[in-house]
């Protein structure tokens, strides 16, 4: 090796290869010279959006090496601010193995390979600043974007101490370096020494460092300026790695603590890894916790600390640690928590607090509404999950924290509806909501939440770039908030020393904010603010002005920030501060001074630097006045006046002048640079132009309009009336769109309907509304002139009950949109109005104190018994003021007098039993008297009963014994409580907020409160499914209810009585899963399980009823609940046709009677369907448009069954084919699809009219139907009709020229000819060929010539139309001889007088068509042709030996018929052979523009073609598989799938494209199954693909390379399960004779076979990372097997180790199978919540989804299906499963509450279903179907 004294003490590596020249170096994208100030030199800087693709690389060849062997590399750099950085050294080593270590602040955590070190860098900051400060309190640097304030860095790293810590390597040299985006780079260098940037050459001399002892200053070449008197550390960072500090277990680069390096020997050169230093670390940090949760987990505090309250003047509620970034993990949280009450950290300690979070309020505001609630609950604990094995026990009993998360608000003003601000990408808009400031985006009403106002929101403004919002609330002191509002957090609070604040503008900057409001002497104030440092938290005055004048609307100038104007009753004025001061001065109005103004807007696209003197402003008024005002000579410049156009007797509006009809009130307007918006009283929102010549647009709203905002880009105008309407409307294409609609008043009380999720509340604006509790939609309106005052859905139907003031009881029904019943027994107000849960009955209580039981069996609700006096008087329990037991039975109220609780029979109202609360507090010195009373739903025992004195009782429902008592619920009396299903939870409203309770009161669990009404709460309670809190009041609140997935799965439930086949199974086989007893070990397995026999078929209706349920199973119930299971079911009605029957299937009946069964044709242009005995579960419903859980985002494949079933339209760009049943639309440049669904069979056959506006699909009928056929909108994607003729399958459809006829082919089974008419869909005529058809087309020149051909012949067809009669008028042709025995198998036209036909022998025929004649023939192929197209003198045929030809055919038009038929070789050269290309498969389809140089063909390898004949080429558009598809499966990055299939191929596909990347093809075998190596190879690169053949061999792929990497036969029969352990270290596969291996994927060796699973073909093998000490055993790997006898084991695996235990091994029962095909399969798979649980689903004597908890070794849930499942998958969130069927639905399934919904795409049973492992998309498989949906949640 060469000397390297040359490298010492230092190489300067810019200098060493002259990087300037770019000779020795490269770069690439965005480099540059740069002068950076603080270095006062040029530096290479170095940017771009993807660090990767803008870099410098040195050296420039990848086969040369710097050889630089410094132990210590320095970087001297700085990361561009709020931007990512990478660094890759490529270093050699000793033993010749070339490592590259890369660092970046992209990377989360530390990673290694054998060949790769990944280190996360941690940016420093400036000192003193926000960041540092920081990244002080988290002990270290923060990850992520560099930091605003970022500096100038000494990077050093210890390159041999790097290869020896970590990879137990030699250090070598450095052999390369790439430095990438975003970065600026002064230099770099490498060195022996151990250098410190912060010591200067004299500083050393004084500290005696020198070169002998391995130290010393840095170069001055390499070093950084420092000022005179400054502190090099002050103004740079030095980080070194290792660091000399703490060393943090993840391994990453960041600053230490700012000291100077001393004295530091160099380290030994030894492979030895090098000692660690002692580090006091937590057990999470020890296990590897992830590094963001180490920099965002809370400080920890004394346990003896007591925390304190401080008042902070003039800035209302906050909390004290405010400003503790630990409590906020990211910016996106604050969102949904933000309406809790600010918290503390936790305290660590040995006392009950240390488990939980203390949260404070503080009651220094008297005059905030939260006050009253809070003063006396200064402290409120909640109980909160550390991962700490002390708190283990703890935690299993605490409540999630926080259980309600504020989801929707339905809600729009309370103080204003004047108040709507467009973002500038005008995709969301912000309005108030009482005191709630709401921002939804206008797409998907999703809506985000600024939560923190007290009263209610008076005011809103945005700045010019829409990222600070202030608001103002409203109150005798209002508080001005001003937010970041991508982050939603509170930058500043501060008092205006007004109240009735009434507007807000920002200057465009968002430097100024301008306010109005009114003094203490009611004269308007006009405040300026300067919010320039707003971020800091820092608001000043600017100036304040006192004036009589009245300000109804005041804007800052966009122009100009000292500038704002003003508009009133009388007045038009123009602002300006200046030196302090704001001064005003009014417009010159003349004539129009009187007049009433309401609003004032600039002229839009107006710029900075535009004259003063341009600008216009514009004034609106009351009396329809617009006023232009000249800004410079402050008067009006031009005047309009808006006017209403006459009624005329046509009822039409004519177009707006201005001298005809009343003038318009305008109460809004706004300027955009091309048109004006006016919002008026009459309702209207009108668009004008800028000279206001005429109406552009308009649109009428219901109720007078208070605002109108065009959006930035003048696309939207956004609207709101003071009926409580937000709306806005579409410019472009002139649609409208209600946003949000909410009521005008305190909504009374409310019912939801959970099988719809619908929700209907009772207003004191009188009307009674219905919503959709997922869009937000109002649904329906009632309006009445009688006030509502409670309402109640029934349980089932789509009815709900509403009672009003006058006592008067009204039920509709909702879907007839009708008054069903109307009772008037009541005198008073109707205060409780309840139906009992199985819906047999209804109630009504009035407030004179009368009882009603009504039979809401019948339509007419007929009234069975009134009691009068029986419930106390009064309106304070409305509206909930009856309540019954979940079972019917028992009914509660309220009565006779306040003292007294009654509990009555539901079915008689005969009292049972009087409770006297009164007596129950000898205490207390005044009576107390009951408000509320509530049954708990899982125990009919226990009635809860709300009290004035603010208590809740528990009371028995059987003797009326005191059970259980709370004191001090609320301050004020609780408004409403009501429990959850299972009985875990309590909730409580008292004045405006909600609490949440442990329903047994717990010592150790705390209650919640939440906040967020503005005005009393009037009722609040669970939604049915469980999932969901409603509460209303001044609006509707919907919250979601997050209580813990484990608890809702695992947690105590109710015993439940098994079946007798159960009972009878258990006593056969001793103690099965199903008694419910625990097991204190798992068994061995034994002999098959014992069958049972056939069920009765007495008892079946009980066995097999179509519903779900969820049932939760305990093995000791609580004493004091009801022994009754507590059920949460969603049943599905199973719908009748009831529709008469149809004529024409009697007909197909009796055919089928007559004469022999026609003989299927040979030859495969002929469409024959695939064979499917599975069909349509009739009963099965889709969910509504805009509420499936599913979205069907991707077909893959195309149907190569089909025949004729893709059309291409390249002039109108129209592009579809048939996948299944479903009809495909997609975009050839984006690859995005539309889906047509409406058949129920595979689609046979498309044709699309000329104009490229409908599509027509043909399918064949299920269950000896006729076929169905359908039209489609193109445009609207709809299906605008039907047909049906054909008794078999439709073999072709063609549309005429002129697109008035459609014509339809049937099969040999039905060989008829049908026409249609365009216009109605009416058949025409029709006509019987003598045997089978196989194609038809119309002439393309003549509408009225078509012509078929088929087995006996060519048939030419005439249509004639006389009047309405068409007739059809045929002649047949026999085949000619010279083409032999032969079928005519397609055809198509040569211009009006050639007609070209095909025979399945190869030959094509020459006819003339106005001799019916055959004059030419010739062979064009080997074998059958059964694809014809001719455009101008080309002509293609398609066979199916899979040649392509094209032929010019120009000389055939000029030849003229003879008397012989001559042939090629008579004609000469009248027929060439252009060109030819081979396809991989017979073709099927075809379409080709009018040239022929390019079209797309379809084969029957279920592949689209794009051919272009002007090169030769083709191109793959869309690929399937033509046979079964076994598996299909998603990388775990989400980047690609993969599938495979029966013809033995296994495909990996792009999963953003769905393009085919790459085909392994294995001949002769069948791949059943196929599994990605898990995530730690796949993100380097090396992901591979297993797969399991037939023949018993595993292949492993590698996709980079696209070759098999290897061969395995670890089985001697077909594969059927194969997956990789969640550690990667190994293979486990099973066979068909349930035999498991365990092979190594690196050697190729059989580890182990376990032989548990013998004798039965195992399904399923499933593999998750989890540790296993709770279930005594070591390791990290567990996995699962299910085989066909209905077994499943579950195995703990350590494989480094190679150990592998039996953890449980689970048996379930079934009866005898006596189906001609086989059982149903069994499968398992691991909760993904939760791998302790296990989720089975097979045959046995239920179809149910059975939950198995592996640490209580017992099955704790159930969900029963309406089908056996052929698949089902868990997904990894929203706690969805899907579930498919031989009936061809997919289910989803959520488990926590039972709702589902059916999705019925498929055309056949499904095989396969596999969510992605982000939950987000899945896929579905049927035969040879593959779809991908988009996963929302239900």
């Known amino acids: 090796m060469a000397s390297t004294g040359w490298?010492?003490?230092?190489?300067?590596?810019?200098?060493?290869?002259?990087?300037?020249?770019?000779?020795?170096?490269?770069?690439?994208?965005?480099?540059?010279?740069?002068?950076?100030?603080?270095?006062?030199?040029?530096?290479?800087?170095?940017?771009?959006?993807?660090?990767?693709?803008?870099?410098?690389?040195?050296?420039?060849?990848?086969?040369?090496?710097?050889?630089?062997?410094?132990?210590?590399?320095?970087?001297?750099?700085?990361?561009?601010?709020?931007?990512?950085?990478?660094?890759?050294?490529?270093?050699?080593?000793?033993?010749?193995?070339?490592?590259?270590?890369?660092?970046?602040?992209?990377?989360?955590?530390?990673?290694?390979?054998?060949?790769?070190?990944?280190?996360?860098?941690?940016?420093?900051?400036?000192?003193?600043?926000?960041?540092?400060?920081?990244a002080k309190s988290a002990r270290r640097g923060l990850v992520g974007p560099a930091p605003s304030m970022v500096r100038w860095t000494c990077l050093t790293l210890d390159l041999q101490y790097i290869l020896s810590t970590y990879l137990s390597r030699c250090y070598r040299h450095l052999k390369r370096v790439k430095l990438c985006a975003n970065m600026l780079v002064k230099n770099m260098f490498t060195s022996d020494l151990l250098l410190d940037p912060g010591v200067s050459f004299s500083e050393a001399k004084l500290m005696g460092l020198s070169c002998s002892l391995g130290t010393g200053p840095v170069p001055r070449d390499m070093s950084f300026p420092v000022p005179r008197g400054s502190c090099w550390h002050d103004l740079y960072d030095h980080i070194r790695f290792p660091s000399e500090g703490t060393k943090l277990p993840f391994d990453s680069i960041q600053k230490d603590d700012p000291k100077p390096e001393t004295d530091c020997p160099p380290a030994q050169r030894s492979p030895v890894r090098a000692e660690t230093r002692c580090v006091h670390l937590s057990k999470p940090v020890q296990d590897r916790l992830s590094l963001i949760q180490q920099i965002t987990s809370p400080r920890p505090l004394p346990s003896s600390r007591t925390p304190s309250v401080t008042n902070v003047p003039e800035l209302g509620l906050i909390s004290t640690f405010h400003e503790e970034e630990s409590l906020c993990p990211s910016d996106d949280s604050l969102h949904s928590s933000s309406h809790r009450l600010p918290s503390k950290p936790p305290c660590e300690g040995d006392g009950d607090g240390g488990g939980g979070v203390h949260v404070y309020v503080h009651p220094e505001d008297a005059r905030g509404n939260h006050r009253e609630e809070m003063e006396e609950e200064e402290i409120v604990y909640a109980a909160v999950s550390h991962l700490s094995s002390t708190t283990k026990s703890r935690q299993e009993k605490s409540l999630p924290d926080p259980i309600l998360s504020l989801s929707r608000i339905i809600g729009f003003g309370g103080a204003t509806t004047k108040c709507a601000l467009w973002t500038t990408c005008g995709d969301a808009v912000v309005y108030p909501c009482h005191a709630i400031i709401v921002s939804m985006c206008i797409s998907s009403n999703l809506q985000r939440f600024f939560i923190g106002h007290t009263e209610k929101v008076s005011a809103l403004a945005f700045s010019g770039d829409t990222t600070v919002l202030a608001s103002a609330q409203a109150g005798k002191h209002s508080i001005v908030r001003v937010w970041d509002y991508h982050k939603g957090n509170c930058l500043a609070m501060f008092r205006t020393h007004a109240h009735s604040l009434s507007s807000l503008s920002f200057s465009y900057n968002g430097g100024v904010l301008c306010g109005v409001g009114k003094d203490r002497h009611y004269k308007a104030m006009v405040v300026v603010w300067n919010t320039l440092n707003v971020a800091k938290g820092e608001v000043t005055i600017i100036a304040k002005a006192h004036t009589d004048v009245d300000i109804h609307t005041m804007k800052v100038a966009c122009f100009d920030a000292t500038r704002m104007v003003s508009c009133g009753r009388d007045n038009v004025r123009l602002w300006r501060v200046r030196c302090g001061t704001l001064r005003s001065c009014p417009v010159n109005l003349g004539e129009y001074q009187s007049l009433d103004f309401t609003d004032v807007a600039f002229e839009e696209g107006s710029f900075p630097t535009e004259l003063i003197d341009n600008r216009t402003l514009f004034a609106s008024s009351r009396s329809g006045h617009i006023l232009e005002i000249d800004y410079n000579r402050v008067a009006v410049g031009r005047a309009r006046r808006l006017m209403a156009a006459q009624q005329q007797h046509t009822q039409r509006r004519e177009k707006m002048t201005f001298d005809t009809g009343p003038a318009i009130a305008i109460n809004s307007i706004s300027v955009s640079s091309s048109f004006?918006?006016?919002?008026?009283?009459?309702?209207?929102?009108?668009?004008?132009?800028?000279?206001?010549?005429?109406v552009l647009l308009e649109a009428e709203l219901e109720g007078p309009l208070s605002l109108v905002s065009i959006s930035v880009d003048a696309l939207h105008v956004l609207a709101a009336t003071s009926t409580g309407i937000l709306a806005h409307l579409d410019v472009s294409s002139r649609s409208y769109n209600a946003l949000m609609r909410s009521h005008t008043d305190s909504v009374l009380g409310f019912s939801v309907d959970g099988i719809r999720r619908h929700l209907t509340t009772a207003s004191c604006d009188g009307t009674v509304r219905i919503w959709n509790m997922d869009s937000l939609e109002q649904m329906y309106d009632f309006m009445s002139e009688d006030s509502p005052c409670s309402v109640a859905f029934h349980p089932r139907e789509q009815v709900f009950a509403c009672g009003f003031k006058s006592g008067v009881i009204r039920v509709f029904d909702i879907a007839a949109a009708e008054l069903r019943a109307e009772h008037v027994q009541h005198k008073g107000e109707v205060v409780g109005l309840a139906f009992s849960p199985d819906g047999e009955f209804m109630y009504s209580a009035g407030s004179l104190g009368s009882l009603v039981i009504y039979n809401s069996s019948e339509e007419e609700h007929h009234m069975l018994r009134v009691l009068c006096n029986v419930v106390a008087k009064g309106t304070e329990r409305a509206p909930d003021a009856l309540t019954l037991s979940s079972n019917s039975r028992r009914l509660a109220f309220v009565g006779p007098s306040e003292y007294i609780v009654t509990i009555a029979d539901a079915q008689t109202l005969d009292e049972l039993l009087h409770v006297d609360v009164s007596m129950l507090d000898v205490a207390s010195s005044s009576l107390d008297s009951a408000l509320k009373v509530c049954f708990s739903p899982a125990s009919t025992r226990h009635l809860l009963v709300a009290t004035s004195a603010n208590k809740i009782l528990w009371i028995s429902t059987e003797t009326g014994r005191l059970l259980r008592e709370v004191s001090e619920v609320h301050r004020d009396p609780c408004s409403s409580l009501a429990v959850s299903e299972d009985s875990r939870f309590l909730l409580t409203a008292g004045h405006i907020a909600v609490k949440v309770w442990d329903y047994k009161m717990r010592q150790d669990i705390r209650t919640q409160m939440f906040i967020g009404h503005s005005q009393p709460i009037r009722q609040v309670s669970f939604t049915p499914d469980q999932l969901g809190v409603v509460s209303v009041g001044d609006a509707i609140f919907i919250w979601d209810f997050l209580a813990h997935p484990i608890e809702a799965l695992t947690g105590k439930g109710h015993a439940s009585p098994s079946k007798a086949a159960l009972q009878s199974a258990a006593e056969v086989n001793g103690a099965l899963l199903c008694s419910g007893i625990p097991r204190q070990s798992a068994p061995h397995p034994s002999s098959p399980p014992p069958r049972f026999s056939p069920i009765d078929p007495a008892d079946q209706h009980v066995l097999f009823s179509r519903c779900l349920r969820l049932e939760t199973v305990q093995c000791s119930p609580d004493p004091g609940f009801d022994p009754r299971p507590a059920v949460s079911?969603?049943?599905?009605?199973?719908?009748?046709?009831?529709?008469?029957?149809n004529a024409t299937h009697i007909e197909s009946a009796e055919l089928k009677l007559k004469g022999p069964k026609p003989k299927q044709p040979d030859c495969y242009k002929h469409f024959t369907p695939r064979f499917n005995s599975s069909s349509l579960d009739q009963a099965a419903i889709a969910p509504q448009p805009g509420e499936a859980g599913l979205r069907l985002r991707a077909v893959i494949g195309y149907n190569g069954n089909g025949r004729g079933n893709m059309v291409w339209s390249p002039d109108q760009g129209l592009f579809a084919y048939s996948c299944g049943c479903v009809v495909v639309v997609e975009h050839l440049h984006t690859g995005r699809q539309r889906h047509f669904h409406g058949h129920a069979e595979e689609v046979s056959c498309l044709a699309v009219t000329h104009d490229t506006k409908m599509l027509a699909s043909a399918a064949s009928g299920s269950d000896g139907t006729r076929s169905l056929i359908c039209i489609w909108d193109v445009e609207e994607g709809a299906c605008c009709n039907t047909i049906s003729h054909h008794r078999g399958a439709v073999q072709s459809l063609a549309f005429s020229r002129d697109d008035r006829f459609l014509l339809s082919v049937g099969d040999f089974s039905d060989?008829?000819?049908?026409?249609?008419?365009?216009?109605?869909?009416?058949?025409?005529?029709?006509?019987?060929?003598?045997?089978?058809?196989?194609?038809?087309?119309?002439?393309?020149?003549?509408?009225?010539?078509?012509?078929?051909?088929?087995?006996?012949?060519?048939?030419?067809?005439?249509?004639?139309?006389?009047?309405?009669?068409?007739?059809?008028?045929?002649?047949r042709e026999n085949v000619p001889a010279q083409v032999g025995d032969a079928e005519l198998t397609a055809l198509c036209y040569h211009g009006d007088s050639i007609l070209y036909t095909a025979t399945n022998g190869g030959h094509v025929c020459a006819w003339d068509i106005n001799t019916q004649r055959c004059f030419m023939t010739w062979e064009a192929d080997e074998g059958e042709i059964g694809v014809l197209l001719c455009r101008g003198n080309r002509l293609l045929t398609g066979s199916n030996t899979r040649w392509l030809r094209l032929w010019g055919v120009e000389a055939v038009q000029g030849a003229k018929p003879q008397g012989k038929i001559c042939t090629v070789e008579d004609g000469g050269s009248m027929v060439v052979l252009e060109r030819e290309i081979m396809v991989d498969g017979t073709t099927v389809s075809a379409a080709f523009d009018y040239t022929m140089d390019m079209g797309v063909v379809g084969t029957m390898a279920g592949t689209l073609w794009y051919i272009n004949w002007l090169d030769n080429s083709s191109v793959r558009l869309v690929s399937g598989h033509k046979t079964k598809v076994n598996d299909v499966v998603f990388s775990s990055d989400e980047s690609h799938f993969a599938t495979c299939s029966e013809d033995g191929s296994v495909r990996v596909w792009l999963a953003s494209s769905n393009e085919l990347v790459v085909q392994f093809q294995v001949l002769n075998q069948g791949c059943g199954c196929v599994c990605w190596s898990p995530a730690p190879s796949s993100t380097e690169g090396k992901a591979c693909v297993a797969a399991g053949y037939s023949d018993g061999t595993l292949r492993i792929f590698r996709l980079s390379s696209s070759e098999m990497e290897m061969k395995l036969q670890p089985h001697h029969v077909a594969i059927t399960a194969i997956r990789y352990s969640a550690d990667g270290q190994v293979i486990l596969s099973a066979g068909f004779n349930g035999l498991v291996a365990?092979?190594?994927?690196?050697?190729?060796?059989?580890?182990?076979?376990?032989?548990?699973?013998?004798?039965?073909?195992?399904?399923?093998?499933?593999?998750?990372?989890?540790?296993?000490?709770?279930?005594?055993?070591?390791?990290?790997?567990?996995?699962?097997?299910?085989?066909?006898?209905?077994?499943?084991?579950?195995?703990?695996?350590?494989?480094?180790?190679?150990?592998?235990?039996?953890?449980?091994?689970?048996?379930?029962?079934?009866?005898?199978?006596?189906?001609?095909?086989?059982?149903?399969?069994?499968?398992?798979?691991?909760?993904?919540?939760?791998?302790?649980?296990?989720?089975?689903?097979?045959?046995?004597?239920?179809?149910?989804?059975?939950?198995?908890?592996?640490?209580?070794?017992?099955i704790i849930k159930k969900i029963e299906l309406p089908h056996w499942a052929t698949c089902f998958s868990l997904s990894p969130k929203n706690h969805l499963i899907a579930v498919g069927s031989k009936e061809r639905v997919l289910k989803l399934i959520k488990s926590s509450s039972g709702r589902f919904q059916d999705f019925l795409q498929h055309s056949d049973a499904l095989q396969t279903c596999h969510f992605s492992p982000s939950g987000s998309l899945l896929f579905t498989v049927a035969y040879n179907e593959i779809l991908l949906w988009e996963v929302q949640d239900i």
Not at 19 to 38: A, L, P
């Open 1311 to 1371: 060989p008829e000819v049908a026409l249609w008419s365009t216009r109605t869909f009416q058949l025409l005529s029709s006509v019987r060929g003598s045997g089978p058809i196989h194609d038809a087309a119309f002439s393309p020149s003549v509408s009225s010539q078509m012509a078929c051909v088929g087995g006996q012949g060519a048939y030419f067809c005439l249509i004639h139309t006389r009047g309405a009669d068409v007739d059809l008028k045929v002649q």
């Open 676 to 694: 004006c918006a006016t919002g008026s009283e009459d309702g209207f929102l009108r668009l004008w132009p800028l000279d206001f010549s005429e």
């Open 1129 to 1141: 079911f969603l049943k599905v009605t199973e719908l009748e046709d009831s529709s008469p029957l």
């Open 7 to 134: 490298q010492h003490p230092y190489v300067n590596i810019f200098k060493h290869v002259r990087v300037e020249d770019w000779k020795r170096s490269s770069k690439e994208g965005d480099v540059s010279t740069h002068t950076d100030k603080t270095l006062k030199c040029s530096v290479f800087r170095i940017r771009g959006p993807v660090p990767v693709n803008s870099y410098i690389l040195i050296p420039k060849n990848i086969n040369q090496s710097l050889g630089l062997t410094g132990h210590y590399y320095y970087l001297l750099f700085k990361p561009v601010p709020a931007k990512y950085f990478m660094v890759h050294l490529d270093v050699a080593a000793e033993e010749g193995q070339v490592v590259r270590i890369s660092f970046s602040n992209m990377f989360k955590e530390f990673k290694s390979t054998s060949t790769w070190l990944q280190f996360p860098f941690l940016c420093g900051a400036a000192k003193d600043s926000v960041y540092e400060s920081t």
């Open 1638 to 1754: 365990v092979s190594s994927p690196v050697s190729g060796a059989t580890l182990r076979i376990i032989r548990d699973h013998k004798g039965a073909a195992v399904t399923t093998i499933q593999c998750v990372s989890k540790q296993y000490k709770e279930f005594g055993l070591d390791g990290s790997d567990m996995w699962l097997t299910a085989s066909t006898d209905r077994r499943v084991s579950v195995w703990a695996a350590d494989w480094v180790k190679d150990k592998c235990d039996l953890l449980d091994w689970l048996t379930f029962p079934a009866p005898a199978y006596f189906e001609d095909d086989g059982p149903p399969p069994s499968l398992a798979a691991f909760c993904p919540s939760d791998p302790s649980l296990v989720v089975y689903t097979g045959y046995g004597v239920e179809r149910e989804l059975s939950f198995y908890s592996l640490t209580r070794k017992q």
